[in-house]
């Protein structure tokens, strides 16, 4: 990539061909997200985006769901790089990099990145408690990062969770990071495949507007995540106990379409509101990170891949002047 953004893989079709096309053409790196992607689609979805663009770009899969045929169609497909988030993803490097494919990691721990290095991972994002969507670790981004960056070198490091502009790209990089993994700063453009009052709402928001909780768990369980704090999210927030009780029960609180298939959305299902969701779409997970305190305007992806890139080389090269003045 020509400058030091990602755009991260929200699921479960949030992170679309349109927005890593996007990403990708401006000089950044698009990773698509094919959690709920059967093989044959997700080639389908591949092949598409390479249609968008002739840039590099990867494909995510979280661990946690059906994955193996997926990986194969992307190691057949020789894209640029695998990500994975939420499990061991130690048994996919070798036919990976025979394929010459890069692998990535997401962890949210020191201990988790040791390992991820010792297995051989090509890059490792280290993920701050900040971030929006499912989140792996407890420490924030300024304190992970440096250490994780001191425990795994050379290995590259991405920096993600709180960072939605030049000065979280400019704070990274002086952190030890190689780059930022954005994911809550790109769901505000046009590209993002997320519904039009998931991204008013977010708009709206502040930094103090998200909640890191386990609330929507159903089809996920225990895995914590942060979301915007709706009045849904502020009935339940101290109640997840009595929430997940339910379970299976759940009642239906709207529909969506992803990849051609229609599917129902239970309460507190793990399932952020695509843009052909309907239905209670403020009692839907509207996964976001605490940067969304940063977001005033709905921005196209390339305009915020330059603009951030260019305003973090700008603030660098004020600071390095700062420093050698007499």
């Given amino acids: 990539m020509a400058v030091p953004i ?43 985006t390479r249609t968008l663009t002739s ?98 070198a050379p290995t590259l490091v991405l920096a993600a969770g709180g960072i939605g502009d030049a000065r979280g790209l400019a704070a990274a990089l002086c952190l030890g990071a190689d780059g930022v993994v954005m994911g809550t700063r ?45 009045r849904f999210v502020n009935e339940w927030i101290r109640r997840e106990d009595e929430a997940h009780s339910i379970g299976a029960d759940e009642p239906l609180i709207g529909h969506t379409i992803i990849d051609g298939a229609e599917m129902p959305v239970q309460r507190f299902a793990s399932l952020p509101p695509n843009r052909d969701a309907t239905g209670d779409i403020e009692s839907m997970s509207l996964l976001a990170g605490q940067s969304a305190g940063l977001i005033r305007e709905m921005r196209p992806a390339a305009e915020i891949v330059r603009e951030t890139a260019q305003g973090a080389e700008r603030l660098i090269r004020e600071l390095s002047r700062s420093f050698t003045r007499e």
């Fill in 6 to 48: 990602v755009a991260a893989p929200m699921g479960p079709d949030l992170t679309g061909p349109e927005l890593v096309a996007a990403v990708c053409n401006a000089g950044g790196f698009g990773i698509l997200q094919a959690q709920l992607c059967p093989p044959d689609s997700l080639r389908q979805q591949i092949q598409y």
């Fill in 55 to 152: 840039r590099p770009f990867g494909v995510n899969f979280v661990l946690h769901f059906p994955h193996d045929a997926g990986v194969q169609v992307c190691i057949e497909e020789r894209i640029s790089a695998l990500s994975f988030f939420w499990g061991d993803a130690s048994r996919f490097i070798q036919p990976a990099h025979a394929a010459g494919i890069k692998i990535i990691h997401q962890v949210g721990s020191l201990d988790a990145a040791v390992r991820a290095k010792q297995a051989g991972v090509d890059a490792i994002i280290a993920q701050g408690v900040e971030a929006g969507g499912h989140v792996a670790g407890q420490v924030s981004t300024m304190v992970l990062v440096p250490r994780i960056v001191d425990a795994v």
């Fill in 186 to 230: 790109f769901l505000a453009t046009p590209e993002a495949n997320a519904h039009a009052a998931y991204k008013a709402r977010l708009l709206s928001a502040t930094e103090e507007d998200t909640e890191y909780t386990v609330l929507f768990s159903n089809g996920w369980p225990d895995a914590p995540h942060r979301a915007l704090r709706t």
